[in-house]
């Protein structure tokens, strides 16, 4: 924790947090952030180039601030995916899907906020940085959610939003459709349906419900499956009301015009970035198998990664001893677990290869 000098007026409630972020150090196999490994192709990179260049000719005006090409290309996207009639009225796009929770927050936060954890760690962070009060709901002892408990906590959270992760993030979980549906009949604020990794699951998007429960609102991402991670680009899927609203809170021409022209230019480039999807899957599934062999107990998992525990060392330990010989994957902070990202052929060789070896000094 950083002993902060006297003199600095921070506030007091940011005092002692961390800032957020998984560990950046050299290492042969880097599974520890749940990117797609495998990088855009040299076509799709001079195609990005030849746009970028293009919209370089104008950088001394400002960007669209509406992003009405993107977001019209990501309501068609959407449309193609799940079968809906979105258009670019339904969706607002920002630096990552981080931007668009802070958003939320921003706008929307002016009573308590819920979500069940373990889950992605920045919802109750950014409720703190936004001053927003998190309520920390709970979870079955095997990290699944009870649909009743959850309608439960909420009713008596009486809080105006409500996060759910699926698929979960670190378990990995999803969340069927028809629960999600039945939570939303009792939630009396916004729903946050957060579905970074929805494009690795076999469950049907939540943004096919926004029609008929409005109050339903979709973060999702281009980081995970489109393998656009550097680009920084998240959007959300919402009744245009929720989207009119986050015109309230942004920041004047927020979204660059490079990031804008990137985006579209991978989203024209889909087929190609989506068609790694199968193959992770294909290989979750893999080194699920290879893991249990190990004697490891993996829990389920819809996304790109594969939450594992049954080892005798420490978490931490056994995490140290896998960067000691060039494999960084996470500590998510629940005692006894650790996280693995599926990565390309010969990562995921090493990683099975270098477990092994340490389970074996156990």
Same mark, same amino acid.
């Given at each position: 924790?950083?002993?902060?000098?006297?003199?600095?007026?921070?506030?007091?409630?940011?005092?002692?947090?961390?800032?957020?972020?998984?560990?950046?150090?050299?290492?042969?196999?880097?599974?520890?952030?749940?990117?797609?490994?495998?990088?855009?192709?040299?076509?799709?990179?001079?195609?990005?180039?030849?746009?970028?260049?293009?919209?370089?000719?104008?950088?001394?005006?400002?960007?669209?601030?509406?992003?009405?090409?993107?977001?019209?290309?990501?309501?068609?996207?959407?449309?193609?995916?799940?079968?809906?009639?979105?258009?670019?009225?339904?969706?607002?796009?920002?630096?990552?899907?981080?931007?668009?929770?802070?958003?939320?927050?921003?706008?929307?936060?002016?009573?308590?906020?819920?979500?069940?954890?373990?889950?992605?760690?920045?919802?109750?962070?950014?409720?703190k940085v936004t001053q927003v009060?998190?309520?920390?709901?709970?979870?079955?002892?095997?990290?699944?959610?009870?649909?009743?408990?959850?309608? %439960?906590?909420?009713?008596?959270?009486?809080?105006?939003?409500?996060?759910?992760?699926?698929?979960?993030?670190?378990?990995?979980?999803?969340?069927?459709?028809?629960?999600?549906?039945?939570? %939303?009949?009792?939630?009396t604020g916004l729903l946050v349906?957060?579905?970074?990794?929805?494009?690795?699951?076999?469950?049907?998007?939540?943004?096919?419900?926004?029609?008929?429960?409005?109050?339903?609102?979709?973060?999702?991402?281009?980081?995970?499956?489109?393998?656009?991670?550097?680009?920084?680009?998240?959007?959300?899927?919402?009744?245009?009301?929720?989207?009119?609203?986050?015109?309230?809170?942004?920041?004047?021409?927020?979204?660059?015009?490079?990031?804008?022209?990137?985006?579209?230019?991978?989203?024209?480039?889909?087929?190609?970035?989506?068609?790694?999807?199968?193959?992770?899957?294909?290989?979750?599934?893999?080194?699920?198998?290879?893991?249990?062999?190990?004697?490891?107990?993996?829990?389920?998992?819809?996304?790109?990664?594969?939450?594992?525990?049954?080892?005798?060392?420490?978490?931490?330990?056994?995490?140290?001893?896998?960067?000691?010989?060039?494999?960084?994957?996470?500590?998510?902070?629940?005692?006894?677990?650790?996280?693995?990202?599926?990565?390309?052929?010969?990562?995921n060789r090493k990683f099975i290869?270098?477990?092994?070896?340490?389970?074996?000094?156990?």
């Amino acid at each position: 924790m950083t002993s902060w000098p006297s003199w600095l007026p921070l506030r007091a409630n940011l005092r002692e947090l961390s800032p957020y972020g998984a560990p950046q150090v050299p290492a042969s196999a880097v599974m520890n952030t749940n990117e797609n490994p495998y990088p855009p192709s040299a076509q799709l990179a001079d195609a990005i180039s030849e746009r970028i260049k293009e919209a370089s000719l104008t950088l001394n005006r400002y960007p669209d601030r509406d992003a009405f090409m993107l977001r019209t290309k990501l309501s068609d996207f959407i449309n193609d995916l799940s079968g809906t009639n979105l258009t670019r009225e339904n969706i607002w796009a920002a630096n990552g899907s981080n931007e668009i929770i802070q958003s939320l927050f921003l706008a929307f936060g002016s009573g308590k906020a819920i979500g069940f954890i373990p889950s992605y760690s920045m919802h109750p962070l950014i409720a703190k940085v936004t001053q927003v009060q998190w309520i920390a709901g709970t979870r079955e002892s095997d990290f699944s959610l009870d649909t009743e408990s959850a309608i %439960a906590q909420i009713k008596q959270s009486q809080a105006v939003l409500v996060f759910l992760t699926t698929p979960n993030n670190p378990t990995g979980a999803s969340i069927a459709l028809a629960e999600i549906e039945k939570i %939303a009949q009792h939630c009396t604020g916004l729903l946050v349906i957060d579905e970074a990794y929805a494009e690795f699951s076999d469950e049907k998007s939540a943004v096919t419900l926004i029609e008929k429960y409005p109050h339903i609102v979709v973060i999702r991402t281009m980081s995970k499956a489109f393998a656009f991670a550097g680009a920084r680009l998240g959007y959300l899927v919402a009744h245009p009301s929720v989207i009119e609203s986050m015109f309230l809170v942004r920041l004047p021409y927020h979204l660059s015009a490079l990031t804008q022209v990137a985006a579209e230019v991978a989203l024209d480039f889909r087929d190609e970035l989506l068609g790694t999807v199968a193959q992770l899957r294909k290989d979750r599934e893999s080194m699920r198998v290879d893991l249990e062999r190990l004697g490891l107990i993996v829990l389920p998992s819809s996304s790109n990664f594969l939450l594992f525990t049954g080892f005798k060392q420490p978490s931490a330990q056994l995490w140290q001893q896998m960067l000691d010989r060039g494999v960084l994957i996470r500590d998510v902070g629940l005692l006894g677990y650790l996280r693995v990202t599926i990565g390309n052929e010969a990562e995921n060789r090493k990683f099975i290869e270098t477990l092994s070896a340490c389970l074996g000094e156990e």
